[in-house]
Antibody, heavy 119, light 110 residues
Framework: EVHLLESGGGLEQPGGSLRLSCAAS????????MGWVRQAPGKGLDWVSS????????YYADSVRGRFTISRDNSKNTLYLQMDSLRAEDTAVYYC????????????WGQGTLVTVSS | QSALTQPASVSGSPGQSITISCTGT?????????VSWYQQHPGKAPKLMIH???NRPSGVSNRFSGSKSGDTASLTISGLQAEDEADYYC??????????FGGGTRVTVL
C-alpha cells in the first residue's frame, strides 16, 4: 500500500525558510515522479512543483520559482521542498503526491502539513 | 498560469446525472490530452478520479466519466449518490511544463 507522510510544517516569519519532507513507502520511489500541491485555508488546490525520477528534471509554478527548490533522495525514499523567502500568501496545507506521469496525474496523496507564514 | 474556470457549485438529486465543466485555453486544456479530475471531501486529501481526459483509475466507480471538446473538459457523475457530495477540481498540463488547477466545484446532493 502506498503511504506518503509529510513533515516539517509550522509557523515561520515572512522572509524565513522551511524545509518540508515527504517519506514514501509501498512503491518503488525511484521510478516515479513526485510533486507538491498546496491548499490555502478555504481555497482550492494550487500546484507548486514536480520532480521527475532524478533531480535533473524539476518543474515549478511561477509563484514559487526562484524561492522554492524541490529535490529527492531516492536512497532514502524521501521527497523535499526547500522553501525560502516565505510570504504570507505561501500559508497553506502542503500535500506530497505521487505522480504516474511526467508532472502529474497524482494518484496518491499524503495527508498534508500546514505551513503558516506570519509575523 | 491562470486557473482553469469551473462553476462554483453544481447540485442534483440522488440518481440524477450532473456535469462539471472546466474551461481553459489552447495553452492548457485545448493543447494537451492531460486533463485530470480530483474529488476532495472536507478535511481529506484529494483523490484522483479521472486522468488523461477520460481514464478511470482502478477502484473508481464507472459512474464517473470524463470528456473534452476544444478548450473545455467535463466531468459527468451519473446515478448521483450522497457520498459524491464533495469538492471537485480539474487540472491540466500546460505550456512551459507546468500544471494548472481549476478553482473547484462544490457538488451538493439534494
Amino acid at each position: 500500500e502506498v503511504h506518503l507522510l509529510e513533515s516539517g510544517g509550522g509557523l515561520e516569519q515572512p522572509g524565513g525558510s522551511l524545509r518540508l519532507s515527504c517519506a514514501a513507502s509501498g512503491f518503488t520511489f525511484s521510478s516515479y515522479a513526485m510533486g507538491w500541491v498546496r491548499q490555502a485555508p478555504g481555497k482550492g488546490l494550487d500546484w507548486v512543483s514536480s520532480i521527475y525520477t532524478s533531480d535533473t528534471n524539476t518543474y515549478y509554478a511561477d509563484s514559487v520559482r526562484g524561492r522554492f527548490t524541490i529535490s529527492r533522495d531516492n536512497s532514502k525514499n524521501t521527497l523535499y521542498l526547500q522553501m525560502d523567502s516565505l510570504r504570507a500568501e505561501d500559508t497553506a496545507v502542503y500535500y506530497c503526491a505521487k505522480a504516474s506521469g511526467l508532472i502529474d496525474p497524482f494518484d496518491h496523496w499524503g495527508q498534508g502539513t500546514l505551513v503558516t507564514v506570519s509575523s | 498560469q491562470s486557473a482553469l474556470t469551473q462553476p462554483a457549485s453544481v447540485s442534483g438529486s440522488p440518481g440524477q446525472s450532473i456535469t462539471i465543466s472546466c474551461t481553459g485555453t489552447s495553452s492548457d486544456v485545448g493543447g494537451y490530452d492531460f486533463v485530470s479530475w480530483y474529488q476532495q471531501h472536507p478535511g481529506k486529501a484529494p483523490k484522483l478520479m479521472i486522468h488523461n481526459v477520460s481514464n478511470r483509475p482502478s477502484g473508481v466507480s464507472n459512474r464517473f466519466s470524463g470528456s473534452k471538446s476544444g478548450d473545455t473538459a467535463s466531468l459527468t457523475i451519473s446515478g448521483l449518490q450522497a457520498e459524491d457530495e464533495a469538492d471537485y477540481y480539474c487540472s491540466s498540463f500546460a505550456s512551459r511544463d507546468t500544471l494548472v488547477f481549476g478553482g473547484g466545484t462544490r457538488v451538493t446532493v439534494l
